[in-house]
Nanobody, 115 residues
Framework: QVQLVESGGGLVQPGGSLRLSCAASRSIFSINAMGWYRQAPGKQRELVAL???????DCADSVKGRFTISKDIAKNTMYLQMNSLKAEDTAVYYCKLSVDGSVYWGQGTQVTVSS
């Protein structure tokens, strides 16, 4: 079993920034891919950004140029830096990874963008 602990969510004004963290209970060195997802009210959960073992990234068109995914292998932690936040970014954000065919999700952290 892998435990994922998220932090960094909260309330921010439009144009502001937040940095989400997802700490894993095991090494993430050998994980081929892990990422951030979000689910807005009335919407299906969607991929926000993905990072591979080698450090390559991919992200949704809606967040390109504003969000950055990264990881710190030594800390077993993945990050999502969110800049220029918009109201439509409001959602519950989840971290996810897969190990040996099993999928693990974080508990979710609320991000609310409002003035």
């Amino acid at each position: 079993q892998v435990q994922l602990v998220e932090s960094g969510g909260g309330l921010v004004q439009p144009g502001g920034s937040l940095r989400l963290s997802c700490a894993a209970s095991r090494s993430i060195f050998s994980i081929n891919a892990m990422g951030w997802y979000r689910q807005a009210p009335g919407k299906q959960r969607e991929l926000v950004a993905l990072i591979t073992r080698g450090g390559s990234i991919d992200c949704a068109d809606s967040v390109k140029g504003r969000f950055t995914i990264s990881k710190d292998i030594a800390k077993n932690t993945m990050y999502l830096q969110m800049n220029s936040l918009k109201a439509e970014d409001t959602a519950v954000y989840y971290c996810k990874l897969s190990v040996d065919g099993s999928v693990y999700w974080g508990q979710g952290t609320q991000v609310t963008v409002s003035s």
